[in-house]
């Protein structure tokens, strides 16, 4: 089966079965988009074969990423013969130059976005983003099915009426190159939904006997 993609207040949902399901299984990504995970797209399309209807959340920023994506690649289509996007992977540093340069002129045209490379990413904007995208869901019940980040994002907004539990694959505890973040863990301590974590014991950001240093409710397993 194929994914449909239906507009709920202006934003495009994309999803496998019927919205109007009564159970729900949203999908929280990783922060950056085009990370995303084959085997965990290939889990869903199965989870879905057995009757769940699933759904993808996509945040604020990562709307905005997908449309400066877009549009860079179709100005550099017709700017450069090979294509500018093609050009600029091959030449490392200075190709990531330009095409950050250019999509800062994009984004000169949509003031409405200007705060994409200062705000939009950080976790509780994207969590107020699934908030919200969850409100317009008409699903009584949600799962949230999460990866990485997502998972952080997830376990944020565990307290809203409609989600039941919250399952997270590969859950950054600590980022292999800064000191301990508390906005990272600190919550999991007072979590009351019921949190399933898959954690790798090769994870750069935590392995599962790492994650035994912090503090985490008994809903987290």
């Not at 496998?16 to 889990?43: F, I, Q």
Request: charged letters at 20%.
């Amino acid at each position: 089966m194929s994914i449909s993609h239906t507009l709920i207040n202006g934003s495009r949902v994309s999803h496998l079965g019927s919205l109007k399901a009564s159970h729900l299984l949203v999908v929280v990504g990783r922060s950056n988009y085009k990370k995303s995970s084959a085997s965990l797209e290939k889990m869903l399309h199965a989870l879905h074969a057995q009757g769940l209807t699933v759904c993808w959340f996509e945040s604020g920023h990562t709307q905005t990423a997908k449309q400066l994506d877009d549009t860079f690649e179709k100005w550099g289509t017709r700017w450069h013969r090979g294509g500018l996007a093609a050009c600029c992977r091959r030449h490392g540093a200075m190709g990531a130059a330009v095409r950050k340069l250019c999509k800062g002129l994009i984004l000169l045209m949509q003031p409405g976005q200007w705060d994409y490379f200062i705000f939009r990413n950080s976790n509780l904007a994207q969590a107020a983003d699934l908030r919200r995208f969850l409100g317009q869901l008409a699903a009584p019940e949600v799962t949230l099915f999460s990866h990485s980040a997502g998972g952080i994002v997830s376990s944020l907004v565990a307290d809203e009426p409609s989600v039941r539990r919250v399952v997270c694959f590969g859950y950054p505890f600590k980022h292999p190159e800064k000191n301990e973040e508390p906005h990272r863990t600190a919550h999991l301590a007072t979590l009351r939904q019921p949190m399933l974590i898959f954690q790798g014991d090769r994870d750069d950001y935590g392995t599962a006997q790492d994650a035994k240093r912090y503090q985490l409710s008994t809903q987290v397993t």
